[in-house]
């Protein structure tokens, strides 16, 4: 069926990680899909890729450039969505990945959008306040072109926040010349943000793992969970298992790794990762190898930090019962074929962490209408949706006798290949 396609240069080696995971993934679904198969091809290449140059005057007076990236992945179902990523590793290939997850989960859930993704490749720790402001707005001038309100909105990622989306939204907004707050979610409140967003990543991660919990019977309530990563995602499911009765016996963040068997004081990490940039350094727990880290006894591994983590051989060693990816990628699929046999549930990304997309969602939805709601009727509805699409995935992989992840892709590859044969190709 492949016969007519040709290979992209930007594609080549096509299989460099972790583009190549994705294209995997969706390999799989193929079998799935029926007839809608004969488009799949579409979703094996993104759609659309700027990549920018962005140069700023740093603080010393020099002249530095960065190179950044916005890739459409898809469109078929409504404008793109998805993060923008600052991080020293930060590659085109990485960013069509990233944006190809971003096509799936907004389907997945069955939001209106397309999938995007884009980022700047610096370590956002080595710079000012001032010059980040400046990367931030020459990175969103120059990718103003193919951005906008019904276009494709932007929110954070890794190394990115709410003043980061502020920037943003100041620069757009400058340059077409009017207030455009629903060009990028994740913003201030204050700036047309949305009540509730800044935690909905780590409530729908919990979310995830209390639906996967329930007809497993493995009650949050007492459970061990393991968090790798403590940013946005990991630091905030971590609070909201301790909220529900889960004692986070194990953290690990870009420079430290630690566990305390009597179950970590996350309020207390939390205000120590605030204070002091990371883990390391707090007392409320003891460091341990990182082979440790991946061997500890839990109910619940939540790997909250960048893809390519569960690799076959941490597959191998891990000692829970289920995986909640709270990152983008986490699992390889070699690894995943490894959990399935070790009979280890995983919760994928393109579900457990789509809360935040969904509330950002919300938030694009508030400021088109300029009506905002209340945190309670955010955190309802983002309850409804994630716990809906739960439901129809995990019935669906019983049906069909496949992984949460095949049955979450063949979803979401029916939604966007259903509108892609109806829309029908141009001219
Ligand atoms: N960066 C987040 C994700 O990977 C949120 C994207 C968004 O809100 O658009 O899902």
């Known amino acids: 069926m492949n016969s007519h396609h040709s290979s992209l240069s930007y594609l080549d080696p096509a299989r460099a990680e972790p583009w190549a995971s994705f294209i995997e993934q969706i390999d799989r679904v193929a079998p799935h899909l029926g007839p809608l198969s004969h488009w799949l091809e579409t979703l094996k290449r993104p759609k ?19 190179e950044g990236y916005r890739v459409q992945h898809n469109l078929s179902r409504g404008p793109g969505k998805g993060g923008v990523r600052f991080h020293p590793a930060v590659t085109l290939n990485e ?63 890794v ?32 700036l047309g943000g949305s009540l509730g967003r800044h935690e909905a990543t780590g409530r729908g991660v919990y979310i995830a793992a209390r639906e996967a919990g329930a007809r497993l019977g493995v009650p949050i309530d007492g459970a061990r969970v393991v968090v790798q990563g403590f ?17 986070v016996i194990a953290l690990q963040d870009a420079e430290a790794t630690i566990a305390n068997p009597l179950g970590i004081d996350i309020p207390a990490a939390l205000t120590h990762a605030t204070a002091h940039g990371s883990l390391s350094g707090f007392f409320g727990a ?41 990152a983008n990628g986490p699992t390889t699929p070699a690894a995943d074929d490894i959990l399935r046999q070790r009979n280890i549930l995983v919760i994928p990304d393109v579900l457990a962490n789509a809360g ?43 049906e069909r006798e496949v992984s949460i992840r095949t049955a979450a892709f063949i979803i979401a590859c029916q939604r966007v290949l259903a509108a892609r044969e109806q829309r029908g190709l141009y001219p």
């Open 231 to 247: 940013g946005n995602v990991g630091g905030i499911a971590a609070r909201i298992f301790r909220e529900n009765g889960a004692k």
């Open 286 to 326: 003891e460091p341990v190898s990182e082979d440790d880290f991946w061997q500890l006894e839990c109910e619940y591994f939540v790997p909250a930090a960048l893809e390519g983590q569960v690799t076959p051989e941490r597959a191998h060693n891990l000692r829970t019962r289920i995986i909640v990816e709270g």
């Open 356 to 398: 935040g997309v969904t509330v950002s969602y919300f938030e694009w939805v508030q400021d088109f209408s300029s009506f905002f709601w209340s945190e309670e009727e955010i955190n309802a509805r983002l309850e409804s949706i994630m716990v809906k699409a739960f439901d129809a995935i995990w019935q669906l992989a019983l």
């Open 159 to 190: 190394g990115t926040d709410q003043q980061t989306m502020a920037w943003m939204m100041d620069t757009y907004s400058v340059n077409v010349g009017h207030t455009a707050s629903g060009v990028v979610t994740g913003k201030p409140v204050a």
């Open 95 to 157: 960013v069509m990945a990233l944006a190809g997850w971003m096509t799936i989960k907004n389907a997945a859930l069955g939001l209106p959008f397309g999938g995007a993704k884009g980022g700047v490749r610096i370590d956002p720790r080595g710079f000012s306040r001032a010059e980040l402001e400046r990367i931030t707005r020459r990175y969103t001038s120059e990718i103003g072109i193919v951005i906008g309100p019904d276009k494709d909105i932007p929110a954070p990622d």
């Open 48 to 66: 659309r890729i700027l990549v920018v140059d962005v140069p700023i005057i740093r603080d010393d007076g020099s002249i530095a450039h960065y």
